[in-house]
């Protein structure tokens, strides 16, 4: 089994029905691991336009398990001096 992060581009895609996306996401095995992050979870929120949005907004994320930073996680960011690196406690992922 393999383990995939998803972004928030990638879901937003996905939430917006782009056909790519689509074809991406139901070629994936069966037996993956899908996964996102609460702060992208939160992203995607903040996008919707309408209550209609939150069912549909609702049932994409049901498909995913939610992370959360830890406070490890957390306090190790203020050691980083990489742009944009983000280490969660969850090793190999591959970021869709």
Do not use: W
Not at 8 to 32: K, Q, V
Not at 55 to 84: I, M
């Amino acid at each position: 089994m393999t383990d995939y992060l998803f972004d928030t581009t990638l879901l937003i895609d996905l939430f917006r029905g782009d056909p790519r996306a689509d074809t991406y996401f139901a070629g994936l095995p069966d037996d993956t691991g899908l996964f996102t992050h609460a702060i992208v979870q939160a992203e995607v929120l903040v996008g919707l336009h309408s209550t209609k949005e939150m069912g549909k907004f609702n049932r994409l994320f049901r498909k995913f398990e939610l992370l959360h930073t830890s406070d490890a996680d957390s306090a190790s960011q203020g050691s980083l001096r990489c742009a944009g690196c983000i280490f969660l406690t969850r090793p190999a992922f591959l970021i869709a």
